[in-house]
């Protein structure tokens, strides 16, 4: 198929890779054109802006950083709504607002389109082994329509509902992610005011119940105060003020969420919102700051 893709950061790179090895004909844009060298020398093409990139695709997929990102490649003058050929298949890879996805279905269809919100988990390493947890909201045929290039770079793909769901099941994860977090770098800090080796004390507790993905992939990091980026502090804090603000228009209280948000904003305060979501062991004073 004749793919477009936009938004080559930590985990698009890895996913366009997965796509072009595929066998599909692929064409990009990114804001920062030196993000995709490594692709564009595997033969992918160029295209300067999201217009060109969408008179050209029979599929586009979307995964850049904010929703006010989202909207601009959907909705301006170049967007993807106004310049994609009619039955071009949209798919928002980016964590945004259910509201949003509900907005860019309804113009889809207007238009002659269709689209699927299908934010994924599994940060840099699920992207780049290419088993990355898919959650997506839309229309059943063109998620069935779509699967074949859902599984060139995911394992577990499920459709959650009507066009948003696939944005308030990644809130889930996102929400879940928030308050193990907190549990992981409180363990460990535990650990070693108790004067334990926090490396045994992991081969101890992530194999039993305590077991998730953050203690067995990011509490190594935080133990060797790796805090390279996988998943962004910045982004993370988006995603979770997103939450924040569709459980607060239910009349949802989340305490767990709130707190993990009030101590990641004071991480992005003191710069480091470029850092990988592990560095909130810095907190804690796990590690020198």
Same mark, same amino acid.
């Given at each position: 198929m004749k793919i477009g893709f936009i938004g080559t950061g930590v985990m698009g790179n890895s996913i366009a890779g997965h796509l072009v090895e595929g066998g599909h004909e692929l064409s990009v844009f990114t804001r920062t054109r030196a993000k995709?060298?490594?692709?564009?020398?595997? /033969?992918?093409?160029?295209? &300067?802006?999201?217009?060109?990139? *969408?008179?050209?695709? $029979?599929?586009? @997929?979307? !995964? #850049? /950083?904010?929703?006010? &990102?989202?909207?601009?490649?959907?909705f301006g003058e170049n967007g993807l709504l106004a310049n994609a050929a009619k039955g071009t298949v949209l798919i928002d890879l980016t964590t945004s607002q259910p509201k949003l996805a509900l907005e860019i279905a309804e113009a889809a269809r207007a238009n002659g389109l269709h689209a699927l919100d299908a934010p994924v988990s599994g940060g840099d390493v699920g992207a780049r082994n290419a088993v990355l947890s898919i959650m997506v909201g839309g229309e059943e045929p063109i998620f069935n329509e779509m699967l074949p290039l859902f599984r060139l770079f995911g394992s577990n793909i499920i459709l959650q509902g009507p066009a948003g769901s696939g944005q308030h099941t990644k809130m889930?994860?996102?929400?879940?992610?928030?308050?193990? !977090? %907190? /549990? #992981?770098? $409180?363990? %460990?800090i535990y650990a070693k005011k108790a004067g334990l080796d926090?490396?045994? #004390?992991?081969?101890?507790?992530?194999?039993g119940a305590a077991g998730s993905w953050s %203690?067995?992939? %990011? *509490?190594?990091?935080m133990?060797?105060?790796d805090f390279r980026p996988g998943f962004y502090i910045k982004h993370f804090i988006k995603d979770m003020k997103i939450a924040v603000e569709e459980s607060e228009r239910w009349g949802l209280d989340l305490p767990g969420l709130k707190l993990s948000l009030g101590i990641y904003e004071e991480l992005e305060r003191a710069g480091d919102g470029e850092l990988g979501t592990q560095a909130l062991i810095?907190? @804690? &004073? @796990?590690? $020198?700051?």
């Open positions: 995709a060298e490594e692709l564009l020398e595997k /033969g992918v093409a160029w295209k &300067d802006n999201p217009r060109e990139l *969408a008179e050209s695709a $029979e599929v586009v @997929f979307t !995964m #850049v /950083g904010y929703p006010s &990102d989202v909207k601009e490649i959907y889930c994860n996102q929400i879940n992610i928030a308050n193990n !977090m %907190l /549990g #992981v770098c $409180e363990s %460990l926090p490396e045994n #004390v992991l081969r101890s507790i992530s194999a %203690l067995s992939n %990011l *509490a190594p990091k133990i060797e105060g810095r907190h @804690f &004073d @796990f590690a $020198e700051k």
